[in-house]
C-alpha cells in the first residue's frame, strides 16, 4: 500500500510504497489488549510491603480463655481477622508482575496499531522532523502547524535538540522506532513518523 508523505509545506506530496503486512492488518482486538496490558504490567514494579502476622509486635498471649466467655475462640491478636492484625498473603516488594508475550504476537499487534492508526488517519508520515534549537516554543509552534494539539514524534535519529524541546510539552513525545510501544502509540492523537523510522518498524517487524 502507499501512505502520502506531507512536504515542508504540510501538503500531501509524493508516496511512499510501505508493507501491507505492516499497514494494512486486521484490528485484532483482543491481542492489542493483552499487549497493552503486558506492557503495563512490565512496567510495574513491587514497591508494596505488606505485613504477615508473624511481622507484627504482638503479645503471644492468648487474648481470652478457650470456653466459658461466650466470644468465639481467639488464639492471637495478629489473626488475620483481627483489627490491626497481619495479612493473610501480604504483598511484598519482589513480587513480579511481568506478563510474557512473545515475539510473534507482540509484531503482530503492533502491526494491528499501526494499521489502525492508517485506516483512522492518525499516522503522519513525514521527510524529517527536527527543530533549529532546543527550545520548547519552536517545537510547539511546530506541532500547530502540523493542526495537532497532542503528537507522538517517531524518528529514526533524533537529534538533542529535538528531545530537550519536548521535554517540558506534556502532549508531545519523541521516541526511537524501537523505543515505539503500544501504550504511547494508542495514547496520543496522532502520530508523527519520518521515512526513514518506518523503513526501521519494517526491518524489526517483518
Given at each position: 500500500?502507499?501512505?502520502?508523505?506531507?512536504?515542508?509545506?504540510n501538503?500531501?506530496?509524493?508516496?511512499?510504497?510501505?508493507?501491507?503486512?505492516?499497514?494494512?492488518?486486521?484490528?485484532?482486538?483482543?491481542?492489542?489488549?493483552?499487549?497493552?496490558?503486558?506492557?503495563?504490567?512490565?512496567?510495574?514494579?513491587?514497591?508494596?510491603?505488606?505485613?504477615?502476622?508473624?511481622?507484627?509486635?504482638r503479645?503471644?498471649?492468648?487474648?481470652?480463655?478457650?470456653?466459658?466467655?461466650?466470644?468465639?475462640?481467639?488464639?492471637?491478636?495478629s489473626?488475620?481477622?483481627?483489627?490491626?492484625?497481619?495479612?493473610?498473603f501480604?504483598?511484598?516488594?519482589?513480587?513480579?508482575?511481568?506478563?510474557?508475550?512473545?515475539?510473534?504476537?507482540?509484531?503482530?499487534?503492533?502491526?494491528?496499531?499501526l494499521?489502525?492508526?492508517?485506516?483512522?488517519?492518525?499516522?503522519?508520515?513525514?521527510?524529517?522532523?527536527?527543530?533549529?534549537?532546543?527550545?520548547?516554543?519552536?517545537?510547539?509552534?511546530?506541532?500547530?502547524?502540523?493542526?495537532?494539539?497532542?503528537?507522538?514524534?517517531?524518528t529514526?535519529?533524533?537529534?538533542?535538540?529535538?528531545?530537550?524541546?519536548?521535554?517540558?510539552?506534556?502532549?508531545?513525545?519523541v521516541?526511537?522506532?524501537?523505543?515505539?510501544?503500544?501504550?504511547?502509540?494508542?495514547?496520543?492523537?496522532?502520530v508523527?513518523?519520518?521515512?526513514e523510522?518506518?523503513?526501521?518498524?519494517?526491518?524489526?517487524?517483518?
Amino acid at each position: 500500500m502507499e501512505l502520502k508523505i506531507l512536504n515542508s509545506s504540510n501538503q500531501a506530496g509524493e508516496s511512499i510504497q510501505v508493507s501491507d503486512t505492516l499497514f494494512a492488518r486486521d484490528y485484532n482486538e483482543s491481542l492489542i489488549h493483552q499487549l497493552v496490558v503486558s506492557f503495563m504490567a512490565n512496567a510495574r514494579s513491587g514497591t508494596r510491603a505488606q505485613k504477615a502476622r508473624g511481622d507484627l509486635t504482638r503479645s503471644g498471649r492468648k487474648p481470652w480463655k478457650q470456653k466459658g466467655t461466650g466470644r468465639a475462640r481467639a488464639g492471637s491478636a495478629s489473626s488475620p481477622i483481627w483489627r490491626g492484625g497481619g495479612k493473610a498473603f501480604p504483598s511484598s516488594p519482589d513480587e513480579n508482575f511481568t506478563q510474557k508475550i512473545n515475539k510473534k504476537m507482540y509484531r503482530a499487534g503492533i502491526s494491528s496499531i499501526l494499521s489502525q492508526l492508517v485506516r483512522e488517519e492518525r499516522l503522519i508520515v513525514v521527510d524529517g522532523f527536527v527543530v533549529d534549537a532546543p527550545k520548547t516554543k519552536l517545537l510547539s509552534n511546530k506541532i500547530k502547524e502540523l493542526g495537532l494539539s497532542s503528537a507522538l514524534v517517531v524518528t529514526s535519529d533524533p537529534d538533542e535538540n529535538l528531545y530537550l524541546a519536548a521535554r517540558n510539552l506534556h502532549t508531545v513525545d519523541v521516541l526511537t522506532p524501537k523505543q515505539a510501544d503500544p501504550v504511547s502509540l494508542l495514547h496520543f492523537e496522532k502520530v508523527v513518523i519520518t521515512k526513514e523510522a518506518i523503513a526501521q518498524l519494517e526491518e524489526s517487524l517483518s
